[in-house]
């Protein structure tokens, strides 16, 4: 019997906000932190002084290398006028921001803060593709990046480990992109707002435009198949199977539970919070399961007395396509080798039974790597309030939704469970 | 009035443990925490089973960008035999480790868990001098770092600014020096275990054996007067007012009030959590003075009920010699411009009413940053306990005592109060 872990103290979340995820070669942290806090603050219905905020949890991974500038908490503490109150810098690689929410939740519950400001910011596309490759492989463990691991070749060995055990293959994949494509193309704030059937009419376009011979394909597994248009990465990982380089911000105002109806009549509440660590791929029995994912479900379960069944949609960590059918099935969603099935099925689409990464994912949202963690939470506030526009989970009480962020190859994960009441 | 921070559950120290400070080209990150750890495991007098410790909070700085290897909680959790289960780096520049101690107390005030490891770990002395001076530069604000600053050019100013505001000179900066070294050598885990009489008699020897002309000091001043044994560094920084390079870890248990007498007699409570930002040298309208101490002042008082007079003795973040008497003054234990008098007229000896950096300071214990703000735990620890064996302070009943710990050009800055009962 696990440990049920409790809160001393409920925490909600009473605003969010988040900038648009892309490329903004013009755009600087602070730019882009200063895009969502202006709409966390727009976002709570019933007003509120920032001047009350007492203390910011950042996540943030890359700054002290990419951007040669770090001790990033005084820095947007100063931005948004919070000095000389408490900031505090978090850091799990691409789940920094998930542990800042954490962290957040647990200053709160402990009594000593009511108001926390939660965020995440990641600044990475001023550095080459190469540059950006190489300096995230600084979050595999050393049996990992100094073998010459980097991302793409984690997650494609995952992928052959996955195939080898269930049977899958390639076509499953897809499946799992195409899905993500198709809710970004409902996404405004999406790096790649784009359906796969928009990718191949801007393509043919393109070609008509520049006189080159125009492509065609059947239907989208035809694009994917395609090595013109999806390139190889890593075998299995193709072009479409990995998330982009991105820069973004993303934070959210929680309170304790009390006063939470002073900001709005609509909060949500924190009733799941797990993490985990994990030992990396030379210490895995099984490349398809990850130890933390499981331990940060259970530690999040546990808590909030709910099941895998009970949770109604869900973000999940899609850094590569294969990493979303690892996660579904860890999480409990689905059955340890059914989640290519599901997805193929379209159990995980945004109208089917778990709809899993309405926003789009980080394949197509965009995966601002600090900014991420708050980024997926943003999606589950948008959707719990039914704020999420022409991809709101279309014909269901939402009342539970969830967000299972990644860092390094499995070295931290966190699972977060929010409830509208 | 000030807000009265409080905890809905009281937290206690019950082990604690500190690798030797220095420079050690032979051993990692792993090696420097694990003697810490080993060390934490033997002081829990009534024994302990390792596999009870539920998360971990891990200070660290400058691996990312210094060894080129990020993402640490993962890999001592590793390291320690914890995962699956959680492991949160923090980062506040060189105050890493306070604000990992600080997460620790939130963990278990929430009610979320009941016994967390926190710790720091840093590896810095496989750098040349150059890199390092460089990459702290990393925790400056941007308006500073760039313009050229790197750290001793900034505690220059500061002690140019002091010196013009309150009359004082480089001879009362060398009172901290002298003070500092005194302590270290009755401190065998000090990098520089030695006083300035220690250094003057050796650099005497080295000149004999040598051949060389040997050297005559009238006194420690004189020796520090001395431009061949003390050269400049930044004006006022001198040689002997820098701290050192260093790598070094520790770590600390901490677990819940009510279970803390089940693994020792003599736990010491957390009565007192401050902390606070800062905005950078740019913006600050007297450089005598850092506005994030002040708030970790406020802070941790107010969730005391205590004054600076019921501080019995504290470890400061004597990063330069000039940051010793800053910080005394804003702790509130000497009146603004009252600190250099102070130091003078040796109040703050060990033998003295207010004793401060009884374990010879980060500038003689050494500063591996992200181990520095448990490591000045470890000191209180020890005074607390009446284990600091020669260098106890003498002839007290010691209670309570504290820790300051500094990050940056005060981005980041945390003052902890500890008491025995």
Same mark, same amino acid.
């Given at each position: 019997?696990?440990?049920k872990?409790?809160?001393a103290?409920?925490?909600?979340v009473?605003g969010?906000?988040?900038s648009?995820?892309?490329?903004?070669?013009?755009?600087?942290?602070?730019?882009l932190?200063?895009?969502?806090?202006?709409?966390?603050?727009?976002?709570?219905d019933?007003g509120?002084?920032?001047?009350?905020?007492?203390a910011?949890?950042?996540g943030?991974f890359?700054?002290?290398f990419?951007?040669?500038?770090g001790?990033?908490g005084?820095?947007i503490?100063?931005?948004?006028g919070?000095?000389?109150?408490?900031?505090?810098r978090?850091?799990?690689?691409?789940?920094?921001?998930?542990?800042?929410?954490?962290?957040?939740v647990?200053?709160?519950?402990s009594g000593?803060y009511?108001?926390?400001?939660?965020?995440?910011?990641?600044?990475?596309?001023?550095?080459?593709?190469?540059?950006?490759a190489?300096?995230?492989?600084?979050?595999?463990?050393?049996?990992?990046?100094?073998v010459?691991f980097?991302?793409?070749g984690?997650?494609?060995?995952?992928a052959?480990?996955?195939?080898?055990?269930y049977g899958?293959?390639?076509?499953?994949?897809m499946?799992?992109t195409i899905?993500?494509?198709?809710?970004?193309?409902?996404?405004?704030k999406?790096?790649?707002?784009?359906?796969?059937?928009?990718?191949?009419t801007?393509k043919?376009?393109t070609?008509?435009?520049?006189?080159?011979?125009v492509?065609h394909w059947d239907?989208?597994?035809a694009?994917?198949?395609?090595?013109?248009?999806?390139p190889?990465?890593?075998?299995p990982?193709h072009?479409?199977?990995?998330c982009?380089?991105?820069?973004?911000?993303?934070?959210?105002?929680?309170?304790?539970e009390?006063?939470?109806?002073?900001?709005t009549d609509n909060?949500l509440?924190?009733?799941g919070?797990?993490?985990g660590? #994990?030992?990396g791929?030379?210490a895995?029995?099984?490349?398809?399961t990850? !130890?933390?994912t @499981?331990?940060a479900a259970? &530690? /999040?379960?546990?808590m909030?007395?709910l099941?895998?069944?009970?949770?109604?949609?869900s973000?999940?960590?899609?850094?590569?396509?294969?990493?979303e059918?690892?996660?579904?099935?860890?999480?409990?969603?689905f059955?340890?080798?059914?989640g290519y099935k599901?997805?193929?099925?379209?159990?995980?689409r945004?109208?089917?039974?778990?709809p899993?990464n309405t926003?789009?994912?980080?394949?197509?949202? #965009?995966?601002?790597?600090?900014a991420?963690?708050?980024?997926q939470l943003f !999606?589950?506030? @948008?959707?719990?309030?039914g &704020? /999420?526009?022409?991809?709101?989970?279309?014909?269901?009480?939402?009342?539970?939704?969830a967000?299972?962020?990644?860092?390094?190859?499995?070295?931290?994960?966190?699972?977060?469970i929010?409830e509208?009441?």
């Open positions: 019997m696990k440990k872990h409790k809160l103290r409920g925490v909600a009473v969010a906000g988040m648009k995820f892309g490329m903004f070669k013009d755009k600087d942290s602070k730019d932190f200063a895009e969502a806090f202006r709409e966390m603050l727009a976002s709570i019933k509120f002084d920032p001047n009350d905020i007492e910011l949890y950042l943030n890359t700054n002290d990419f951007i040669h500038q001790h990033w005084p820095i503490s100063d931005l948004i919070l000095a000389p109150k408490p900031a505090t978090t850091e799990g690689a691409c789940a920094s921001s998930a542990l800042a929410f954490r962290e957040g647990f200053a709160i519950a000593f009511d108001i926390v400001l939660v965020g995440g910011v990641e600044e990475m596309s001023k550095r080459t593709t190469e540059e950006v190489e300096g995230l492989a600084l979050a595999t463990v050393p049996y990992e990046g100094r010459g980097t991302f793409p984690v997650f494609g060995a995952l052959t480990a996955y195939f080898h055990k899958a293959n390639r076509e499953h994949l499946n799992v899905k993500s494509h198709s809710n970004a193309s409902l996404n405004p999406a790096q790649f707002p784009f359906s796969i059937k928009d990718m191949m801007m043919t376009e070609a008509k435009k520049k006189g080159k011979p492509p239907d989208e597994k694009f994917l198949r395609d090595p013109g248009a999806n190889v990465v890593a075998w990982m072009l479409y199977d990995c982009p380089i991105s820069d973004g911000g993303a934070c959210m105002l929680l309170v304790a009390e006063i939470a109806k002073n900001f909060p509440y924190i009733v919070i797990g993490q660590s #994990g030992k791929l030379h895995a029995a099984d490349l398809t990850m !130890e933390a @499981k331990n259970d &530690e /999040a379960y546990g909030s007395g099941k895998p069944e009970d949770i109604q949609f973000e999940v960590h899609d850094c590569f396509s294969i990493a059918l690892i996660h579904i099935e860890d999480l409990g969603f059955k340890p080798g059914q599901a997805v193929e099925e379209g159990l995980t945004r109208d089917g039974p778990m899993i926003s789009g994912g980080l394949k197509c949202k #965009g995966h601002p790597v600090g991420t963690g708050i980024g !999606e589950v506030w @948008k959707q719990l309030r &704020e /999420a526009g022409e991809r709101q989970i279309p014909n269901k009480d939402l009342r539970i939704g967000a299972h962020n990644l860092g390094g190859t499995g070295g931290t994960c966190t699972f977060t929010l509208r009441r």
